[in-house]
């Protein structure tokens, strides 16, 4: 990735005239990591609004971010730079949706058949950076980005105090929905207010508390013969899916054999085995042909940690 660079105000002695011109301070790749990162834990503990991050998490950020250069970052320099990253994400984002595209989890990279990546960035040149490569910082970007926050009434406002349970307001009580407590009298008042009985809608019989010795019956939403087919359809879909998604690459790269087994520090079987899960996942064999040589190492170390049973 390219280095970022942003004006930075310079300081002026006492007495001197202001200058409009400013300095440009270079983003490095460890100090956008080090920001991300920092962002990232800090949503991670549940505390981003749904507005993004409070000035209290930037000034944070800011100077975890100070303490690795060691020179001051101010917060506006950094909410800057993490806007260029929210950028970043959206396009990444509306990559993802590409007809044709698939998703490498292990390397977290957009993967796009070959003809179909030349064709595509040859009309949009700039889409290559995000295509067929792993993408850097991707999982802080996501931690920090991708929209997970509850919406409607759910969600927290940027000025309500964080950590306090939603509650749910229901006739005569509340649901607290993050200690996953319930009171069951709350639930029978709410059933009731929406014609709901103790054991599904429309339920008939009494509950044990009316003095009744009937047996409950529970009403049957699919007949066993329903049930049975829709199993199956759901069988079917999942062979129908598994075949489009083994079809989207026919072929295995020609030199995957041999880049697997020139990898060093490796025992053989382990390379045979590797190479057999790759030959059968072309996909992800043709995205181990494109990557660097101490990322393609990796994703064979993770292979064979997430695939115990190949070896």
Not at 108 to 121: P, S
Not at 193 to 210: K, L, N, Q, Y
Not at 267 to 294: P, R, S, W
């Amino acid at each position: 990735m390219e280095r970022m660079a942003e004006p930075v105000e310079e300081l002026l002695d006492e007495g001197a005239q202001p200058k409009k011109a400013v300095k440009m301070m270079t983003w490095t790749p460890p100090m956008s990591a080090c920001l991300l990162k920092c962002l990232a834990h800090i949503a991670a503990r549940g505390v981003k609004t749904d507005k993004g991050f409070k000035e209290v998490h930037i000034t944070k950020a800011a100077k975890d971010v100070t303490q690795l250069v060691g020179y001051e970052v101010t917060t506006t320099q950094v909410t800057n730079h993490l806007r260029k990253w929210k950028t970043r994400w959206q396009k990444i984002d509306k990559l993802r949706t590409l007809s044709g595209a698939l998703w490498d989890d292990d390397a977290k990279m957009i993967v796009l058949a070959e003809q179909h990546y030349l064709d595509h960035t040859q009309d949009h040149n700039k889409d290559a950076e995000f295509l067929n490569t792993p993408l850097v910082n991707y999982e802080y970007m996501e931690a920090c980005f991708a929209d997970k926050l509850a919406t409607g009434k759910f969600a927290m406002g940027s000025n309500e105090p964080l950590g306090k349970p939603i509650q749910v307001e229901c006739p005569g009580n509340t649901i607290d929905l993050e200690s996953g407590a319930t009171n069951r009298e709350g639930f029978g008042e709410a059933q009731a207010a929406f014609g709901i009985g103790g054991e599904g809608i429309d339920a008939t019989t009494p509950s044990p508390s009316s003095g009744s010795n009937k047996k409950r019956k529970r009403a049957s939403i699919l007949s066993d013969e329903d049930s049975t087919q829709v199993s199956n359809m759901s069988d079917a879909l999942r062979v129908v899916a598994g075949a489009i998604n083994n079809t989207c690459h026919a072929k295995t790269h020609p030199d995957l054999c041999k880049t697997v087994m020139d990898l060093p520090d490796f025992e053989m079987d382990q390379k045979l085995a590797v190479l057999d899960y790759l030959t059968e996942h072309k996909g992800k064999g043709l995205n181990f042909m494109k990557m660097e040589d101490d990322v393609r190492q990796a994703a064979f170390k993770r292979i064979i940690a997430k695939n115990p049973d190949l070896v």
